[in-house]
């Protein structure tokens, strides 16, 4: 935590409340945040909590093994460290729930309005425009999860992107510069709050999920195993693969190999 002032140090005791042994791992340069944490969560050397934080980094991933374009010293990029053995193997997909909705949280918060959304299973989109992605993977030991890294790469600063297109920034949304470590705070406490949610037990973290579901319950034309079909997106299993259905109601379940969206802009 980088406490500048009062709403820094509020976020710090709030943050302190659900990791109270956290630590963050600023580091100038390196490949991937990702990759970091891996090795060093084979030594056990992070506590829950933890964060690995770059400014600049040279090999981001992205789903499905894409790279992720970061403008060094423009951008978020880092990862949290979970061991959330409380959770069923079956229900990892909340994982992705939890981290989705703080990063969407963090940036309604910042563009002052609600029109983020989730585009499945864990994009985070502006209108039509990708703001940040997530990376998730779960280490299974038995029926529960026993470790949890989720790599987020969130567009703050950076105003021209050459390999994604379609990609925006707080920036470019707000026509306004942004301190990264006050967003990184922000974060993290948002994902503090969700993640102390989901561990009581008492929650309707999948509700709240669905409900800012990119292209829900719209009509569009998707490639759904290699073929075009024009449906709604309707929900998510209880694997956390995606649910449509198409006029006639006929369903389709998909993977994230089995469904390509269409674009907009």
């Known amino acids: ?100 909705l703080s990063v969407a949280d963090v940036v309604n918060s910042l563009v002052n309005d609600e029109a983020t959304r989730i585009k499945w299973p864990n994009d985070i989109y502006y209108n039509h425009r990708k703001i940040a992605g997530i990376l998730i993977k779960n280490h299974i030991m038995g029926n529960t999860i026993s470790a949890s890294i989720a790599g987020v790469g969130l567009n703050i600063n950076q105003s021209v992107f050459h390999n994604a297109p379609l990609a925006t920034s707080l920036k470019l949304l707000t026509g306004k510069e942004f301190s990264m470590d006050e967003v990184l705070s922000k974060w993290h406490d948002r994902v503090a709050y969700y993640y102390s949610e989901l561990k009581s037990g008492h929650h309707n973290l999948l509700d709240e999920y669905l409900s800012r579901l990119y292209l829900k319950d719209t009509p569009v034309d998707y490639m759904i195993h290699q073929q075009h079909v024009t449906a709604s997106i309707k929900g998510v299993d209880q694997y956390g693969q995606l649910v449509l259905w198409d006029a006639s109601g006929k369903k389709y379940t998909c993977g994230l190999k089995d469904i390509v969206y269409p674009r907009f802009g």
């Open 1 to 100: 935590m980088f406490i500048n002032n009062c709403t820094d140090l509020i976020l710090f005791m709030i943050i302190k409340q659900i990791f109270p042994d956290y630590i963050i791992k600023d580091i100038p340069e390196i490949d991937s945040t990702n990759r970091y944490t891996e090795e060093l969560l084979d030594d056990k050397l992070l506590p829950e909590g933890s964060l690995v934080f770059t400014r600049k980094q040279t090999r981001g991933i992205g789903q499905a093994d894409n790279t992720w374009e970061s403008e060094p010293h423009k951008n978020l990029t880092v990862t949290l460290v979970l061991y959330p053995s409380f959770l069923e193997v079956s229900d990892q997909f909340l994982l992705t729930v939890v981290v989705s």
